[in-house]
C-alpha cells in the first residue's frame, strides 16, 4: 500500500464493514482501466479447474515428486453437501506437472481451505470428508491405494503423521462463513464460551482424540478480555504442529455472529510437554503464520498499532521483531523457502493484482517475484466466500513455490520455480 492507502487502511482497520466497501468503491474507479499484464520471474504453470487452498501445509511429497491437488466438479459457487470435491495429485517430473491421479472424493470443503487435504507423513495422505451425516477423514496410503476412515474431522497432521489437531468446523463455519463446513459437529452453537468444545489433539493410529485446551480456559487465561466482546462467540482455528512436533500453535477467536465482519484474534501455543499456553502479545489482530523448523513463526499480526509481518523467535511468543517493514504494509500468507527466507503474497491492490514476494529475515528486503490478475468475478461477496488467494507454498527443496489464481480467467492451480 502507498501512504495514502495506508493512512485510510489505519483509520479504518477497526470498521472492517466500512474498511471494505471503502476497499471495493476504490478499486471500481481502476476497473474501467485495461487489465495490467502479468508478471512472473520465471514461466508460470497452470493446471485449469484444479487448486490446493490454504498456505500452512505443504502439497508436495517429502520427495518432491508429487503435488496434491483439489479438481472443482462445479462452476462458481458455494458448494453444498451434495457436490463433489474430487482429491487426488499430481506427478511432477523436470519440474513440470505430469500425470494427474484420483486418490478420492470430499464432501466436506470449501474454496479457501478446500477439504483440508496434506501429507500425513512420508507415505499417507489425509483429508476431510463427510459419511451419513457426520464429518470424517480419511487417510490415504499412497503407495497400497488403502483408505482409512478417522471418526473426526482434522485440520493439521503432524509430520510424523500420527497425530493431527481437530477442532468444531460447524462452530467455524458459524463464525467465519466460508472456512467452515455446514455439518452440526457438538458445536454448541448456542453457548459463546463452552468448556466442552476447542482444540482436540487426535490419534492417527487407534482413531481417539482429545480435548486439550477448552474455550473456557482460554477466555481465563488469554488477553481477548480486554476488548469488549460480551455478545461474541468464541472458537478455535489455524492450527499447526510445529516441525518437531512439540508444539501446537492455534489462533483463538472471538466473532459477533450479528456482525461476523468483526472479530478479535490472538495466536496461542501450546506445549505439549509441559502442558502450558503461551498467549502473543498482539492487539487484536493475527491473519495468518506458519513455523520454521527452528521452532520460530512469521505471522501478520498487530504489535501496538501497527500491522506487519512479525517472527516470533520462540515458541513462549514473547521475544519478536518485525520484518520488511514497511516495504510490506499489507496482509499476506507465508511459506517458508529455508529458515531465514519465505515467501508471501498480497490481497488484489486497487488494479486487482495480486502478487508474491520472496522475504529474507537477514536483510529484512522483500523481493517480487510475480504480479498476476485477480478477476473480478472472483471477488467474494456476502456470504459467498468464492475468492481465490494466491495461498503460496513451498516445495521441500525450496525452489519451487505452488499457488493457486485466477489470472487465466478460471481458478488453477499454479506453480513457478523460483
Known sequence: MNKIEKFVYDTLKHNPKIKIKVRNLYQSFYDALPNKKDYSLNPIQAKEGYFFGFHDVSPFSYDDTKILANKLTIPLRMPNKKDILEVGYFDIKNGKFGEYTKIGESRAWNYHKGCRLQWAGEDHVIFNDAEGGKLVSRLYNIYKGITKTIPFPIDTASQCGKFATSFSYGRLEMTMPGYGYDYEDESFKDIKITEATGLFIGSLEDGTRELVVNLQELNDKGGLEQYTIEDAHQYVTHSLFSPDGRYVSFLYRATIVEDIMKRWTQLVVYDRE????????????VSHYVWNSKNQIIAYSRIGEKDSHVLFEEPTLQKHRRVAYPQLNSDGHQSF??????????YPDKYRMAKLYKVDLDSNKATLLAAVNSLKKFQSKSYRHWCCDLHP???????MVCFDSVHTGERALCAMEI
Not at 274 to 282: D, E, I, N, R
Not at 337 to 346: E, L, P, Q
Not at 393 to 399: A, I, V
Open 337 to 346: 523457502i529455508s529458515d531465514n527466507v519465505f515467501v508471501t503474497d498480497t
Open 274 to 285: 509441559t502442558k502450558k499456553l503461551h498467549f502473543s502479545p498482539t492487539n487484536e489482530m
Open 393 to 399: 507454498r513451498m516445495n521441500r527443496k525450496g525452489d
